[in-house]
Every structure is written in structure tokens, then in C-alpha cells.
T-cell receptor
């Protein structure tokens, strides 16, 4: 199993550009989520999904969109990039959204917005 | 204010020595607590998970403790190795139906030869 994969690993955008961060998992997990990690702060939840066709907002959803058309894929879209979105983005998945299920994280995407 | 506070922010230890990392939380209702290890440029990987009734959990040279009464946890690293150099993140899971993960900012451990 590849686990959770993310592409690209690095990305530089100009303010106002849009892009999609890709995330895929091959563990047949129902629950998938996106986090951002900023220096000196804990990971913060952007959006999550409890299954195909179902998504919901997390703690910091503004400026981001998600969709979940399949169990495997959970892309994160930046609509109009801003410097405040410079961060490292992690996708995670777990069997379900229940608290006792371990979350598996992808390797991350480092995004810089100029 | 973050509901999960970790200390110290960073520390440097010599190879072979022990160290202890602290995690204090105010999150409730408590479900379980996890420690993750995050190598530079990688995603976090789970080390231990503890429920309310567990006060110690080991994973090789890593031993986590939990005092749910005082809302404190620690992660002890025994006989440190160079490969232990990483960020260690405390995560508290709260809720009973709608679970929420609260992440600490992490402690960066550097092990020197």
C-alpha cells in the first residue's frame, strides 16, 4: 500500500493564481481531511470528508474548496491564492471519523504564495 | 489560546541520553491522547495512543504517560539516537460523537553525536 500520497511536494504561486493540491489514499478509508501547518502553531483543520460526496468545513476553511467524488481522492483547491496561504499542507485519512481511529498523514505540500 | 500546550519548544540532547517532553491540555470532553513523531519534511506518524483509563503506554524507547485528572501527558525518550531528531506533537481528541483533534505546536528534539 502507498498509504496517503500528495502532489506536488513543492509549489510557488503568485497572488491571485489558483491551483489544486492532490491527495489520494489506497486504504479504503472513509474519513479524509486537510490541515495546514504554520510555524509555532499546531495543525489546523481546513476541510474534511466522512465519505464520498460528503464534505464539511473545519477550523480555517476560507479561501479553500474541496470535493470528494471517490473514496480514494480528496483534492484541495485554492481559489485565488494569497500570501497568508503560504504554509505546509497535509492530507490525512482514517478508517472512520471516530476518535479512536488512527489518522495517517501524507508527506505534505509546501506552498509559497508571492 | 491553544488548548494543547507543549514544552519545551525545542531541546538539544546528546546521543544516548534521556529526555522528557511535556503536554498540558484544557480540551474536554477527553476521548484519547496521541503522540506523533514528525521528521523534517515528512508527515506526522503515530507513536502512542492513550485512552482515559490508561496512564502509561510504551512503543520501544518511547514511553508516554497520562494524568487525566491534571490534564497532563509526557513523552519520555530513552537512550536517544540520532534518528530521534524530529518534532514531537501531542494531539488530544475530544468529543463523543463529533470528534475534534486539537494539536500542540510540537517540541523539536535535536540529538547530537
Amino acid at each position: 500500500n502507498a498509504g496517503v500520497t500528495q502532489t506536488p511536494k513543492f509549489q510557488v504561486l503568485k497572488t491571485g493564481q489558483s491551483m489544486t493540491l492532490q491527495c489520494a489514499q489506497d486504504m479504503n478509508h472513509e474519513y479524509m481531511s486537510w490541515y495546514r501547518q504554520d510555524p509555532g502553531m499546531g495543525l489546523r483543520l481546513i476541510h474534511y470528508s466522512v465519505g464520498a460526496g460528503i464534505t464539511d468545513q473545519g477550523e480555517v476553511p476560507n479561501g479553500y474548496n474541496v470535493s470528494r467524488s471517490t473514496t480514494e481522492d480528496f483534492p484541495l483547491r485554492l481559489l485565488s491564492a494569497a500570501p497568508s496561504q503560504t504554509s505546509v499542507y497535509f492530507c490525512a485519512s482514517s478508517y472512520t471519523g471516530q476518535g479512536y481511529n488512527e489518522q495517517f498523514f501524507g508527506p505534505g505540500t509546501r506552498l509559497t504564495v508571492l | 489560546k491553544n488548548q494543547v500546550e507543549q514544552s519545551p519548544q525545542s531541546l538539544i540532547i546528546l546521543e544516548g541520553k534521556n529526555c522528557t517532553l511535556q503536554c498540558n491540555y484544557t480540551v474536554s470532553p477527553f476521548s484519547n491522547l496521541r503522540w506523533y513523531k514528525q521528521d523534517t519534511g515528512r508527515g506526522p506518524v503515530s507513536l502512542t495512543i492513550m485512552t482515559f483509563s490508561e496512564n502509561t503506554k510504551s512503543n520501544g524507547r518511547y514511553t508516554a504517560t497520562l494524568d487525566a485528572d491534571t490534564k497532563q501527558s509526557s513523552l519520555h525518550i530513552t537512550a536517544s539516537q540520532l534518528s530521534d531528531s524530529a518534532s514531537y506533537i501531542c494531539v488530544v481528541i475530544s468529543g463523543s460523537n463529533d470528534y475534534k483533534l486539537s494539536f500542540g505546536a510540537g517540541t523539536t528534539v535535536t540529538v547530537r553525536a
